[in-house]
């Protein structure tokens, strides 16, 4: 049994395990720091780390000329999609913990699995349903539980909400991701992916009028570093992986992801965030039954 990929989905969900900290410093480090200013620097770091590689590699190029209209649509739309999970899930960190914002925008087995069953015909178990109940119980308490329902600030209220749509967001960008890298290779498929959100993200930022320039210069540094780690080792590794294992092993290992980040969130001094009872009890339960959720699909 060839084990690259059992070791490359362990080196990915570590990697962007680091992804929450990075912008969570930057949010310490330069509060002034618009949100959608570091999705846009993440993705253009990192697709411009797999630039040099699609200029040397011929193979790549030829097979970047000639993929079909039909994939290259495909591709074009995964990429959009990629950029909104970023502006939803990135912007959540400035207004909700690391731990809760990992928990809920990782959920994204439990709210794909109902439109895959009704659009594309892939059929739950009662084990499947099981999962996604439970899991929608474990979020009630974890927004509730923190916040209150009499008393609840409206800004982590917020935040939680642009959590979960960033989870949507996941959710569809992965699905995208398998159907596609049964036919193209990795790196025109991340080139092409990676671009295509930074596009977009542009797109978003100056339509916000997102101030980019004139940022600290470790804004620049953590974005940069962040590309190199969670976008190179982390999400370009994990859509490599995707072609080798289980989708159902695939979605399963992303639990690792929030488990990692509210660790690091734990014993970072700078961060320093401690997870509330109701985070522990609500994550414990979404994770769960996101389990449960993967378990079975295929």
């Not at 600030?153 to 398998?178: C, H, K, P, T, V």
Request: glycine share 8%; hydrophobic share 55%.
């Amino acid at each position: 049994m060839d084990k690259k990929p059992y070791i490359g989905l362990l080196i990915s969900i570590i990697s962007v395990s680091f992804a929450a900290i990075f912008i969570t410093t930057i949010l310490i480090i330069a509060p002034g720091t618009d949100p959608l200013a570091i999705a846009f620097y993440r993705l253009f770091f990192t697709a411009l780390l797999i630039v040099p590689v699609v200029v040397i590699h011929k193979k790549t190029r030829d097979e970047l000329l000639n993929l079909p209209r039909k994939t290259m649509l495909i591709m074009i739309v995964i990429g959009v999609i990629l950029a909104v999970h970023f502006a939803f899930w990135i912007t959540s960190l400035n207004y909700t913990s690391v731990a809760s914002s990992v928990i809920l925008v990782t959920a994204h087995p439990v709210l794909v699995a109902p439109v895959a069953h009704y659009f594309l015909k892939e059929k739950l178990s009662r084990v499947n349903i099981f999962g996604i109940t439970i899991s929608l119980f474990g979020v009630v308490l974890l927004v509730a539980g923190n916040y209150g329902l009499s008393s609840l600030s409206f800004d982590s209220l917020e935040g939680n909400i642009f959590a979960i749509l960033g989870g949507i967001a996941a959710g569809l960008y992965i699905l995208g991701g398998r159907k596609i890298r049964k036919t193209v290779s990795i790196i025109p498929y991340a080139f092409v992916v990676y671009s295509i959100g930074t596009i977009v993200l542009l797109g978003i930022c100056l339509s916000a009028r997102t101030p980019l320039i004139n940022l600290k210069i470790e804004v620049y540094q953590i974005c940069l570093l962040m590309a190199v780690v969670s976008g190179i080792f982390g999400h370009t590794l994990y859509n490599w992986s995707l072609g080798h294992v289980r989708a159902s092993l695939a979605s399963v290992v992303l639990l690792g992801e929030p488990l990692g980040s509210t660790i690091l969130a734990v014993i970072i001094p700078w961060i320093n965030q401690i997870p509330s009872k109701y985070t522990i009890i609500g994550g414990a339960i979404i994770l769960s039954g996101i389990y449960l959720t993967a378990r079975n699909n295929r």
